[in-house]
């Protein structure tokens, strides 16, 4: 695998459901990022990690809860969820200090019943 | 915070022509990095190109360029010979120069770029 890679790319669930999403980076990268993009708004930044350390939370409510056990590896777990959380949720990761260049993974596509 | 600002919710081009996509922003940072990204209908997004604030020469990737104008705040994206692949939505984000260590993106609503044979 090569890049950053997501799964699952789509997902459904019921607003009662419990759900994760991951996101795993193979560039040698120390920073990650979740993203949020909704029809007809500009992307989101949801969450910051660097270097497994969250430095960012972007007003996200907490029915978001993300997690980062090492640099390469990110999950966004989602319960109780509403359905204006429908959305493509996409991960991101970059190499912080060496430049700001963020590669992004092909996004899952979340829609909440 | 920066703003981004790309004003062409839809372009159209021919295949094999040149497109100029816009993007304007604004910012008080005195070093700042310019990206340009694409993202097809599958979703994910692609980086393209990639401005130093600092940079002399505008920036060149294959195909891509990007038109750098500072004083006008303006980081236009310059597509070469359009291919039917080139069709997507492109973003414009504005960011920490290469070495800081802001870590975020800002970016704009993007625009929407159909190629047709």
């Known amino acids: 695998e090569t890049g950053v890679t997501q799964t699952p790319r789509h997902l459904v669930m019921g607003m009662t459901n419990k759900k994760s999403l991951k996101c795993e980076q193979h560039l040698g990268h120390n920073a990650m990022y979740w993203y949020k993009q909704s029809a007809k708004k500009p992307l989101e930044l949801m969450f910051v990690y660097n270097f497994k350390e969250q430095t960012e939370n972007n007003s996200v409510p907490s029915r978001f809860s993300p997690e980062c056990p090492n640099s390469s590896h990110l999950f966004l777990h989602l319960h109780t969820l509403q359905p204006e959380d429908s959305a493509l949720y996409l991960c991101?990761?970059?190499?912080?200090?060496?430049?700001?260049?963020?590669?992004f993974g092909p996004g899952t596509r979340l829609l909440v019943l | 915070a920066q703003k981004i600002t790309q004003t062409q919710p839809g372009m159209f081009v021919q295949e094999k022509e040149a497109v100029t996509l816009d993007c304007t922003y604004d910012t008080s940072d005195p070093s700042y990095g310019l990206f340009w990204y694409k993202q097809p209908s599958s979703g994910e997004m692609i980086f393209l190109i990639y401005?130093?604030?600092?940079?002399?020469q505008n920036a060149t990737e294959g195909r891509y360029s990007l038109n750098f104008q500072k004083a006008r705040k303006s980081a236009n994206l310059v597509i070469s010979a359009s291919q039917l692949g080139d069709s997507a939505m492109y973003f414009c984000?504005?960011?920490?120069?290469?070495?800081?260590?802001?870590?975020?993106?800002?970016f704009g609503r993007g625009t929407q770029l159909t190629v047709w044979p």
């Open positions: 401005q130093g604030s600092y940079d002399q």
């Open positions: 984000a504005a960011g920490g120069d290469r070495g800081s260590t802001l870590g975020r993106l800002y």
């Open positions: 991101a990761s970059s190499q912080r200090g060496a430049g700001e260049t963020q590669y």
